[in-house]
């Protein structure tokens, strides 16, 4: 069946679930604050990188499916169903800062009909669906929570093929109405009340968040006891109970929404009088994480930083995406600069030039990145860093040292190519 959508914020999940929305048949306008992403994506121009979109948003354009305002009212006026998309940032005492979802709300509140239902799809702590109704201040429409799952460098992919659907809600007919606009995907569907849902996605992202900070101890364990990681992942992770996903070991988790949801999930526990000691740990081990990975490039630069050329690749908190928030490369790097280095950095979604951070020169190529570097250092994981052209990279080093933080690039190449090369476990 075919419905009128808004989608408020046109970011990672708004303007994936827009697209998708579109593309499944579904009249969809997305409405956003900021006047320049609207202008661009109304000439099909996506600020952000994901594998599909582009031709989504073309496809919504061209079919009349898809439009793009900065006109809330306009946008939500006659619709049956309207998208929350917006942040959820990290506060300063580590809670979910609902401003943007209560400013939302309370500017499209008056502007709804009557019977529409409000989907809540950003991330936010239990009681955020009342928060939401709060702020709408409408007794005639319903809210439901609906937490997204969706991974960037992924988004399309993961939006029309779910692991599941998750719908809390107290009005049983608004979740009934909800399970409609999903008509088309193959997916369970998880009907719950609004805390369920809302607990569901933070015990998912700190189980995640779990895993990464496990696998990173168990490669430091590795690593002092001459066992090789790689084969303990592929052990490990062949239990289908335990799985191989997010048990790869690297620089340190990170990335828009584990960090700030981690936190966010212990405020609220605290709240709760309930601590968990457990994610706590999880978090501290992550920190430590960053901290030892820089030591490491310390480490094979000889003892030091201070005034070492440190070459970079990978700026993104994982490839396939050019969001660089809390991008574990760059916590690393703020720790590399600190201790003196001089850093010229190489990223595929990252223009040459860009302020990522002060003491971090961008530029356009991989090999230009490494002139006279005297370490370079694997940050995140782009596939293509693995079909680089290694000899060149060595003659155009001044010293060929390689941190691969990411068990990235093929070993054996790695060695014949002449690199004094340590991964993080070994
Ligand atoms: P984003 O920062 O990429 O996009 C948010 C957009 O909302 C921005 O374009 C901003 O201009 C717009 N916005 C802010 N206030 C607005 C308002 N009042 N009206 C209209 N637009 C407004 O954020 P995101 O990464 O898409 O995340 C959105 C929510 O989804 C967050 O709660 C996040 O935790 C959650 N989430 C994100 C991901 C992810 O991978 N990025 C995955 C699942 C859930």
Redesign the pocket.
């Known amino acids: 069946m075919r419905s009128s959508v808004a989608v ?9 679930t827009g697209a998708c929305l579109a593309h499944l048949g579904h009249e969809v306008t997305c ?4 006047p320049g ?1 609207i202008d661009r994506l109304n000439r099909a121009d996506i600020h ?1 990188l994901e594998d599909g979109l582009e031709e989504l948003v073309v496809e919504g354009l061209r079919s009349g499916r898809l439009r793009f305002t ?1 006109d ?1 009212a306009a946008a939500v006026a006659g619709r049956s169903f309207v998208c929350l ?5 990290q506060a300063d005492d580590g809670s ?1 800062d609902l401003s ?2 209560r ?2 709300a309370a ?1 499209m509140g008056p502007h709804l009909d009557p019977g529409a239902v409000v989907i809540n ?4 702590p239990v009681g955020s669906t009342d928060v939401v109704a709060e702020a709408l201040g409408r007794e005639d429409v319903s809210v439901v929570s609906n ?6 460098g992924s ?1 399309v992919h993961d939006f029309l093929h779910p692991d599941r659907v998750v719908i809390g809600a107290d009005d049983e007919a608004a979740a009934m109405k909800m399970v409609s606009l999903y008509v088309g995907l193959t997916a369970p569907i998880v009907v719950t009340d609004p805390a369920s849902a809302e607990l569901i ?1 933070y015990a998912s992202n700190a189980f995640l968040a779990a895993k990464l900070s496990f696998i990173n101890e168990v490669a430091d364990l590795a690593r002092a006891l001459g066992a090789n990681i790689d084969d303990v992942v592929l052990g490990v992770g062949s239990d289908p109970r335990i799985g191989r996903n997010h048990l790869q070991p690297g620089p340190g988790w990170g ?3 584990l960090p ?2 981690t936190r966010a999930m212990l405020h609220m526990a605290a709240g709760a009088d309930q601590p968990m000691d457990l994610l706590e740990a999880v978090i501290a081990v992550n920190e430590a994480r960053f901290d030892r990975t820089a030591a490491r490039l310390a480490e094979l630069a000889g003892g030091s930083l201070d005034g070492v050329r440190v070459a970079v690749w990978g700026l993104a908190f994982k490839g396939g995406t050019n ?1 660089l ?1 809390s991008s574990p490369s760059l916590a690393v790097l703020e720790r590399v600069v600190a201790a003196g280095a001089e850093v010229v950095a190489h990223d595929p979604a990252v223009d040459a030039g860009a302020e990522v951070l002060a003491g971090v020169t961008v530029v356009d190529d991989p090999y230009e990145a490494c002139a006279g570097a005297q370490v370079l250092a694997v940050l995140t994981d782009w596939q293509s860093f693995r079909n680089l052209d290694l000899d060149r990279v060595v003659s155009v080093m001044a010293a060929p040292r390689l941190l691969d933080a990411r068990n990235l690039l093929d070993p054996q190449t790695v060695e014949r190519c002449g690199f004094q090369a340590v991964r993080l476990d070994g």
């Open positions: 408020v914020g046109t970011g990672y999940v708004g303007l994936t409405v956003d604050i900021d992403k952000i900065t809330t998309c917006v942040p959820s940032p979910a943007f979802i400013t939302a500017e799809k950003s991330t936010v937490p997204e799952f969706l991974r960037e988004a996605k990335g828009s929404c700030k949801d969001d928030r």
